[in-house]
């Protein structure tokens, strides 16, 4: 079983390629938004990388980069793969290594005759990101989206994905057509880095994922007053700023008395309006977005946030009102592949530790409709969605080996 492995070089010679297209010599991270021309060039360069094995890969409706190692479509295949856009100044890894993961897997199956009893295809799952909301090609895939989804997803910044979709060249409604037969899928495993601090510490190279937290999305709008910086008392203001910075320090107890040491809750991008320094802010609009592995703890998080907001806005003399861009439920993973995946990681004798996932991913789509698992390996000091999110080789080799090796255990 050893004497059969990936070959780390071209592994890594296709990742640091791939992180070209989107580098930002600025910031020394990678911005590839879901449907934005870099995100296309990024798909183009995969497409390409399958061709010169002799591989077959195209884009589906939705937008999904699908590669198998024969042009025909097989009646049922194991799937893998993850996505190759990416948050604004991210790293190297995310969603990359799971998806070249997958070519490189193709390529020792080819080079070693290895007969499969099922084809193996690997997938770039469009938009995983949530520009649009999050998750948009692997939803297509499972039949999950709506025509109500589709004609009303936007960005922060209101920009449609309708509008982007078509300016890729791709009909926003065929994304209802990408749907996949059921069974088709006879298992789906994911290699990701991990994103946390947990095997970092645990100085363990390879993580089994039990469950994958769930995400919901805001955004939301405190609507207040602008006004004179120097003549509008302090007692007369309906200062937009002071609201959402009031619910910045309610955050923790939210936490400490709705949620668990699991729940995580983010402003991660805040707009303040007019955003004039001599004139008290009139509106404030900003991202929220709550985490949790228990769907319970979610809604009780969700609803004190919602409680909190409101109460807030009656004190700062402000109007509340916020939209959801997306909720994710949390989901547990196959208990067959973590064993499997446990399993194959002492046959290679990879250390390794079952584990939730605080970030969202594909597989928690997945494994709606098949039996789905994920391999983690670790994130240096827990960084990532940032230029210095790191994985050391080594362990990105332990990671590619051992998905090679499970899912040969599911396709032979
Ligand atoms: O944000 C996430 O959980 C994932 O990286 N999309
Ligand atoms: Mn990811
Ligand atoms: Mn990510």
Redesign the pocket.
Known sequence: MTNLHINLERLKQDLLALFKIGYDEKSKGVTRLGFTPEDMAGREWLIEQYKKEGFHAHVDAAGNVLGRMHADKPACVVATGSHIDT?ISGGMF?GTLGVLAGLEVMRVVKENNISLSTPLEAYAFAE???RFG?MMGVQALIGELTPEWILSAHDVNGVLLQDEMRRCNLDPMTALEARVDQGYFKSYIELHIE?GPVLDTVRKPIGVVDSISG?YKWIVRLIGKSNHAGTAPMDMRSDAFMGLANFANEIPRIISEEGSEKSRLTVGKVDLKPGHAHTVPGEVEFTLVGRDTDKEVMHSLADSCRKVLSAIARKHKLMFEFEQMSWLDPQPMSKDIISLVSKTSDDLNYPYQVMPSG???DAQHMAKITDSGMIFVPSINGVS?APDEWTHWQDIEKGANLLLHSLLRLAK
């Open positions: 948050v995310d995983e990101e949530g999050g994103q995400v970030a969202g991913h969605h």
